[in-house]
C-alpha cells in the first residue's frame, strides 16, 4: 500500500519517517506549504508533490496529517478527485471517521488512525514511536479488510494497536488529554508551591523532575496499585490537613485539584491496603 500525506507538519514528519524506516511504502508529501512539504519529502526521501490530485492518483492511501479544523476542508478538496477503494485517514485523536461524509458515494474507506503519543518535535518524535499504542476507528464494516492491514502493519513496527468505535473517540481523547497535557498543568501546580519556598523557576522543575519520572517509571513497571506512596496511602491525616492549611488563599484552585485526585487516591489505596481506615481521612477532604 502506497501511503500518502496531505499535511506535512510535526504528526506528518514523525509518522512518515517511522515508516520508512521500517520499509513502509510512502509515496510522499503534499502541503498548503510546499516549502513544508518539500522538507518532509527530503527528511523521509519521498517524492514532494506540488499538486493535490498527483499524491491522490500516485497513492493507495493518503494520511490527513493536518490540525483538526482543517481536515474537514481537505476532505471536500479531495472529494473532486477519483476516490474509489482508497483509504482516506486522519490523525485526529477527538475526532472520528465521520468528518469524511459522502465517502461511501466516493467509493473511499474511512479512518481515524491515532497514536497515544506526544508528538513535540518534527524532527526526533519518530524515534520512540515504537513504543506508542495505535488506536483505529473505520467508517463501516466495508472499509474492515484495509484496517486489519493498517492494524498489521502497526504490529509489525512493534506497536500495539486497539480497535475503538466512533462513539468512544471523544472518551478516549479525554483519557489521553488527563494522562499527558494535564499532568503537565499538575506538574506545574508543583513547581509554582516550590516557587513559594524560594526555588526559582529552573530549580524547582529540576528538584521535582526525578521524582516525577521515577513515579511514571514505577506505574509503568508495576501498575498503579503497587507504584503508590505518600500520606494518603499511609492514611496520613495529619499531613494531609497541614497541606491544605498550608496552601495560601491565591492557591485556591490548586486546593481543589489536591483534595479531589486524593480522593481518587483513597480509592486506589484501598485496593493495595485493603485492611486499612481511610474513614477519618475521607471526611477530612470532604
Keep these: ?21 521500517r520499509n513502509i511504502c510512502v509515496s510522499g508529501y503534499y502541503s498548503r506549504s510546499a516549502s513544508s512539504a518539500r522538507e518532509a519529502s ?15 492518483s500516485e497513492s493507495d492511501a ?7 479544523r482543517t481536515i474537514k476542508d481537505v476532505w471536500d478538496s479531495l472529494k473532486q478527485f477519483s476516490l474509489k477503494d482508497k483509504s482516506v485517514c486522519h490523525c485526529s485523536g477527538a475526532m472520528s471517521s465521520l ?39 473505520y467508517s463501516d464494516e466495508k472499509a474492515k ?6 492494524k498489521s502493519m502497526f504490529e509489525s513496527m512493534g506497536n500495539q494497536v486497539r480497535f475503538i468505535t466512533k462513539e468512544q473517540k471523544v472518551l ?28 526559582d523557576e529552573r530549580a524547582s522543575e529540576e528538584a521535582l523532575m526525578p521524582l516525577f519520572l521515577n513515579n511514571c517509571e ?12 505518600g500520606p ?18 491565591s492557591r485556591e484552585n490548586v486546593k481543589t485539584v489536591y483534595k479531589e485526585l486524593s480522593k481518587k487516591l483513597i480509592e486506589i489505596s484501598g485496593k493495595k491496603n485493603p485492611g486499612r481506615d481511610y474513614s477519618e481521612l475521607r471526611e477530612a477532604l470532604r
Excluded: W
Design 99 to 137: 468528518v469524511f461524509t459522502g465517502i461511501e458515494e466516493a467509493g473511499a474507506f474511512g479512518y481515524s488512525i491515532h497514536p497515544l503519543f506526544a508528538v513535540c518535535d518534527k524532527l526526533h518524535s519518530y524515534q520512540n514511536l515504537s513504543k506508542a499504542y495505535f488506536t483505529i476507528e
Design 172 to 199: 478516549y481523547h479525554c483519557a489521553a488529554v488527563l494522562s499527558s497535557n494535564l499532568v503537565t498543568g499538575l506538574f506545574s501546580c508543583a513547581s509554582d508551591i516550590l516557587k513559594d519556598c524560594g526555588f
Design 218 to 229: 514505577n506505574i509503568g513497571r508495576i501498575g498503579v496499585v503497587n507504584s503508590l506512596t
Design 62 to 68: 493518503l494520511f490527513l496529517t493536518v490540525p483538526d
Design 1 to 21: 500500500m502506497r501511503i500518502g500525506f496531505i499535511g506535512a507538519g510535526k504528526v506528518g514528519f514523525s509518522l512518515g519517517k517511522y515508516m520508512t524506516e
Design 145 to 150: 479488510e484495509n484496517a486489519l492491514y493498517f
Design 42 to 56: 527530503e527528511f523521509t526521501n519521498t517524492k514532494f508533490f506540488d499538486d493535490l490530485g498527483e499524491i491522490v
Design 232 to 249: 494518603v496511602e499511609r492514611a496520613d491525616t495529619g499531613t494531609v490537613k497541614e497541606h491544605l492549611q498550608a496552601l495560601p488563599g
